[in-house]
């Protein structure tokens, strides 16, 4: 079976510009969640969408905006970037049950870098 | 609200010796709690999880954990260090209302021949 997946692997972008990110989860998991992991810090909890509906949001400004699809792929939008944004965009995929413990299952991340 | 600690930001272990990587946890209710391991340039992989059936957590690679309530504690363990256990190693509580993980600052494991 195959993974989580995520696009693109890596992005260079200009401050001021838009980016957005793609992720797609294992099969039948239907929580998405994002995660930013600045160079030298552990990973920070962005969003969770369950069943296309936002779960949870972490201590992002309104720039970042994300939303799930029917088919409980995902995407993560970040306006009017900064340089402070780069960093390894990552994405995990959970069953979301008590049963499963929650566990979730990480892609490979895409690496934005802001120039 | 949820926090994690890893003391040590790097450790340093000759092939063969004892890994010992400490994680002290902050939670309001009984955790979920996880280690994950991240090679360079990867995703994050998970090594071993705690949810309360048992407190020694055996995980792939050979790598253990033990989940101490009274020193709320979760350190990793592996008796015998390989080259192939160098990389950074996370360890992360889990909010159980909807499963989002806090994280700590993470350790990287260098492995000397």
């Not at chain 1, 401050?15 to 920070?44: A, E």
């Not at chain 2, 890893?6 to 902050?26: I, K, M, P």
Request: proline letters at 5%.
């Amino acid at each position: 079976d195959a993974g989580v997946t995520q696009s693109p692997t890596h992005l260079i972008k200009t401050r001021g510009q838009q980016v957005t990110l793609r992720c797609s989860p294992i099969s039948g998991h239907k929580s998405v969640s994002w995660y930013q992991q600045v160079l030298g810090q552990g990973p920070q909890f962005i969003f969770q969408y369950y069943e296309k509906e936002e779960r949870g949001r972490g201590n992002f400004p309104d720039r970042f905006s994300a939303r799930q699809f029917p088919n409980y792929s995902s995407e993560l939008n970040v306006n009017a970037l900064l340089l402070g944004d780069s960093a390894l965009y990552l994405c995990a995929s959970s069953v979301l049950s008590l049963r499963s413990s929650y566990e979730q299952y990480f892609g490979p991340g895409t690496r934005l870098t802001v120039t | 609200a949820q926090s994690v600690t890893q003391l040590g930001s790097h450790v340093s272990v000759s092939e063969g010796a004892l890994v010992l990587l400490r994680c002290n946890y902050s939670s309001s209710v009984p955790p979920y709690l996880f280690w994950y391991v991240q090679y360079p340039n990867q995703g994050l992989q998970l090594l071993l999880k705690y949810t309360s059936a048992a407190t020694l957590v055996k995980g792939i690679n050979g790598f253990e954990a033990e989940f101490k309530k009274s020193e709320t504690s979760f350190h990793l363990t592996k008796p015998s260090a390989h080259m192939s256990d160098a990389a950074e190693y996370f360890c992360a509580v889990s909010d159980t209302s909807y499963g989002k993980l806090t994280f700590g600052q993470g350790t990287i494991l260098t492995v000397h021949p």
